[in-house]
């Protein structure tokens, strides 16, 4: 693993509408392949619904300065127990947020992959994250979905796990086999593959808690929805995501918006979150 300090890109961040009194800080993370700015729209929105909201990057991706290559490495445990605790600590600070100002994470696809292993570690509760709001996060795992995706969510996968053997990373910034996947670091890609074949976790590289048993403890509400015509996040998609978590379900959302459509008009997520916001 690459020992350099961590440095991570700044969250945009997007003050309450009423700065006076605002909700929780919603904290965005995104999908597999994704930029922050895709998630602009959704974010205003969200500011304008009361809630300060910050956008964070997946390491690697968008704006964040890390970079894959066969030296720089990192796993699944890495981005959670250093990206996701190091953007919501700059967020709170660059919005002028108490230190333990109620946080809800609004994950997307892969982000959500990642969300729910933050959840279960101690820094979590330390930052007061008090629920997980996902949209079209699942597993990858090839059996969650229909016989005419499992070209992609089967082979496509499994043929970019081979090469990034080779090389020590997934070129996904300038190769594309079947969607746009970003670039990604050999052990990220290990993890994620297995995921795929086994529908399992397994051990992660670095990982200083076990991550399964931790998620069976978590108390703070997940709730993982999806558009009923997302077909990169099926229901069994979504519901082997939620398995090993003990507060997680799974709804669907009517509206047509597919995989990623929402966060470009957000009106049915932010009406969602501010449901989930009242429940907590």
Known sequence: MSKSPLVIAPPETFPAADASAPRQLVVVMPGMGMEGRYYRPIAQALADAGFP????????QGRSPQKATR?????????????????????????ALADDHSVILLTHSMGGQVGVLFMARPEARELNVVGLLGVGAGSPWYRAFPWR?????????QTIWAFTQLIGFWPGDKVKIGGTWGRHPRTYINEWARMN????????????????AAMGEIEAPVVLTRFTNDRDCT??????LAEPVASARVEELDGGLGHNKWAREPEIVVKRMLEFAESL
């Open 149 to 157: 995706d499992r070209l992609k969510y089967g082979l496509g996968i």
């Open 235 to 240: 229901v069994a998609s979504a519901e082997k």
């Open 197 to 212: 074949r086994a529908g399992k976790r397994g051990e992660l590289a670095g990982a200083d808690i076990d991550y399964v």
């Open 53 to 60: 909201t910050a956008i964070g990057e997946l390491r690697g």
């Open 71 to 95: 030296a720089n490495q990192w796993g699944y445990h890495h981005v959670a127990s250093e990206d996701f605790p190091q953007t919501i600590i700059e967020a709170k600070r660059a919005l």
